[in-house]
């Protein structure tokens, strides 16, 4: 199916999102740092994924569903320091929210809200017909060239200012020209993660699945170790919720 990011064998993208009624949290805080969204729509194994790198770098999260985000006010999601979006199919997604809830997201991200868009939810940041957040000042993000090539899913070589390249899976994620900072590129020097900001918030879009575990890699060749993309990913959530900038071009 065309407008998704949905692994042959694992479905892929996120949104974090917090809810005090759902999900897991640190008990070390009154409520947790990250809102993960896990609604119709999303990937269950990158949320899975996400969930798997927050519990490990111990940062405190809660999940919310379609229905619970879309009853969650804008002063409720302005409770937590980030909201990640994560792969799955952008346009369900995004059909699953209401006007209101989406809304609300814009809101609580201009109010200072940081997000974090994997994939999917990098694709929803954008301006669609559909339902979608727009917090992208009306830019339509497309499809990385690989996908007009008929390639749904591949070890794609990114590289970073200052960094080694690393080859990370990619599976019918988009490019970013034409908004934000440019933080990686894809082989042909498309943007495959920027950043910028949306009023107060910062905003960090990946096209790429740095979180994917290993079980992805079935059938393709990897140069880089898992762990170490992992790791990469880690350093993205981190600096969406600290609002650390990132190396850019």
């Known amino acids: 199916m065309r407008f998704q990011c949905l692994a042959a064998m694992t479905p892929l993208c996120i949104v974090a999102v917090s809810l005090a009624c759902g999900g897991r949290h640190d008990n070390t805080r009154v409520s947790p740092d990250v809102l993960l969204f896990n609604g119709t729509g999303t ?5 899975a994924a996400i969930e798997k790198l927050l519990e490990g770098s111990r940062i405190g999260y809660s999940t919310a569903d379609s229905a619970q985000l879309n009853a969650m006010s804008g002063p409720k999601m302005r409770g ?5 979006m994560p792969g799955g199919n952008f346009i369900d997604m995004g059909n699953s929210l209401t006007a209101g809830a989406t809304a609300n997201v814009r809101s609580a991200v201009r109010g200072g809200l940081n997000y974090l868009g994997i994939c999917a939810g990098g694709f929803l940041a954008g301006k669609y017909n559909q339902n979608s957040l727009d917090l992208a000042g009306g830019v339509k993000f497309g499809f990385y060239a690989a996908e007009s090539r ?24 988009p490019e970013f020209s034409g908004w934000g900072a440019v933080v990686a590129m894809y082989p042909d020097k498309t943007p495959a993660i920027v950043e910028g900001t949306f009023g107060k918030g910062l905003i960090i879009l990946s096209g790429i699945h740095a979180e994917a575990p290993e079980t992805w890699r079935r059938g393709m060749t990897f140069r880089t170790p898992a762990e170490v993309d992992n790791g990469y990913a880690a350093t993205l959530i981190s600096a969406a919720l600290n609002r650390t900038p990132l190396p850019h071009y």
């Open 150 to 173: 008929g390639i749904r899913n591949a070890a794609v070589a990114i590289e970073s200012p200052g960094s080694p390249t690393l080859d990370q899976y990619w599976e019918d994620g």
């Open 43 to 47: 990937s269950p194994n990158d949320v």
């Open 80 to 84: 937590y320091r980030l909201l990640i």
